[in-house]
T-cell receptor
């Protein structure tokens, strides 16, 4: 079974530039999450999708961050314009949320963003 | 407010010695409890979980965790640490609505 795919693995940009990250979850996983992990901290949920609908985006800085999951499969997270404090690893995760959800999250390798 | 606490930023242990990484939680109801591990430049990997049943659960790589309802704790343990166990460990609680709350993480350093 293929895992959660993310790209790019690394990205370096100047502040005020834009960047996009892509995630393809495990096949059949209806729930997709984007987390931000700042160095030395635990993952912070940015947005949660159930199929192609947003379940929770309460911690997403909507003035600069946007995310979509148009067909209920893969997802894109965009930052525009980037700030220095956006330097972090962006983790995508998916989970099975069928009749008996296990609660287990499956993570991709992450996309490390450095904003200069 | 629902929360997960990992009181130690770092745990140091000698190879071959037992290790414990602590976790306490404050969540209503009967949550699912998890431990994840993160190696450098990698995503988080599932180690083990507690949903119901025996309070001692066994997981990957020889790790186990003990659930204590009265103390609302879910400490991660291993009888004999390996240098390769050195990593960042996260305790997490899965609540209703498919939401997961993570602790801040504990860095485990195993010295040879």
């Amino acid at each position: 079974e293929a895992g959660v795919a993310q790209s790019p693995r690394y990205k370096i940009i100047e502040k005020r530039q834009s960047v996009a990250f892509w995630c393809n979850p495990i096949s059949g996983h209806a729930t997709l999450y984007w987390y931000q992990q700042i160095l030395g901290q635990g993952p912070k949920l940015l947005i949660q999708f159930q199929n192609n609908g947003v379940v929770d985006d309460s911690q997403l800085p909507k003035d600069r961050f946007s995310a979509e999951r148009l067909k209920g499969v893969d997802s894109t997270l965009k930052i525009q314009p980037a700030k220095l404090e956006d330097s972090a690893v962006y983790l995508c995760a998916s989970s099975f949320t069928g009749q008996k959800p296990t609660g287990e999250l499956f993570f991709g390798e992450g996309s490390r963003l450095t904003v200069l | 407010a629902q929360s997960v606490a990992q009181p130690e930023d770092q745990v140091n242990v000698a190879e071959g010695n037992p290790l414990t990484v602590k976790c306490t939680y404050s969540v209503s109801g009967n949550p699912y409890l998890f431990w994840y591990v993160q190696y450098p430049n990698r995503g988080l990997q599932f180690l083990l979980k507690y949903i119901t049943g025996d309070n001692l659960v066994k997981g990957s790589y020889g790790f186990e965790a003990e659930f204590n309802k009265s103390q609302t704790s879910f400490h991660l343990k291993k009888p004999s640490a390996l240098v390769s166990d050195s990593a960042l460990y996260f305790c997490a609680v899965y609540t209703g609505g498919f939401k997961t709350i993570f602790g801040a993480g504990t860095r485990l350093f195993v010295k040879a």
